[in-house]
């Protein structure tokens, strides 16, 4: 149980264009998911806090009108990066959190591989 | 605030020999301690958490993981590596507040020869 996917795996796309990245959680419900974003040999960097409902939580220097989040279920997050730049490459996981017994864990998406052209 | 320090950004061990890999965290409470292994290009995996109770705690693919709280410290080992264990290793703390947010150490990337 507590699996949590990403669509898609990869993405390439001309700069400037929008580009969507679901995150799912499969077999349970999430009230909040994170956002992460890493790049090459570095650790994960938390850009925001997405919760089921209402505004997403951004952490400092990440730009919320560039990083788009929407919470609309409990079972999907979406993060839409727009107008996107070769800067914006990178490797993005989400996770979302568990519940009850579980509410300190996270689970891991596999990641998006976003690369602009 | 609460941080996680991975003191080696790389280790190279033979393979068959034991590995010990670093980390310290910093946080006033007890804190809950994750160790994570991520392949190249791939997600998290879970290796093993501490949340209280027994202070060695056993994962999966053989790793374990001791919690030590007069140094601040949450070890994770292994009595003998495989080749396969070449990844890298996130040491990672949540705290209660803030809403149970991951803090992740730097990463330790693990090298495995023959």
């Known amino acids: 149980g507590a699996v949590v996917s990403q669509h898609p795996s990869w993405v390439i796309c001309k700069s400037g264009t929008s580009v969507k990245i679901e995150c799912r959680s499969l077999?349970?419900?999430?009230?909040?998911m994170f956002w992460y974003r890493q790049f090459p040999k570095q650790s994960l960097m938390l850009m925001a806090t997405s919760n089921e409902g209402s505004k997403a939580t951004y952490e400092q220097g990440v730009e919320k009108d560039k990083f788009l989040i929407n919470h609309a279920s409990l079972t999907l997050s979406t993060l839409t990066v727009t107008s996107a730049h070769p800067e914006d490459s990178s490797f993005y996981i989400c996770s979302a959190q568990g519940s009850g017994s579980r509410t300190v864990e996270q689970f891991f998406g596999p990641g998006t591989r976003l690369t602009v052209l | 605030a609460q941080s996680v320090t991975q003191p080696d950004i790389h280790i190279t061990v033979s393979e068959g020999a034991s590995l010990e890999l670093r980390c310290n965290y910093s946080y006033g409470a007890t804190p809950y301690l994750f160790w994570y292994v991520q392949s190249p290009g791939q997600g998290l995996q879970l290796l093993l958490k501490?949340?209280?109770?027994?202070?060695l705690v056993q994962g999966i693919k053989g790793f374990e993981a001791e919690f030590k709280r007069s140094q601040s410290s949450f070890n994770l080992r292994k009595p003998s590596v495989h080749w396969s264990d070449a990844a890298e290793y996130f040491c990672?703390?949540?705290?209660?507040?803030?809403?149970?947010?991951?803090?992740f150490g730097a990463g330790t990337r693990l090298f495995v020869k023959a």
């Open positions: 077999d349970f419900q999430a009230t909040t």
């Open positions: 501490y949340f209280s109770g027994d202070t």
């Open positions: 990672a703390v949540v705290g209660g507040s803030g809403g149970f947010k991951t803090i």
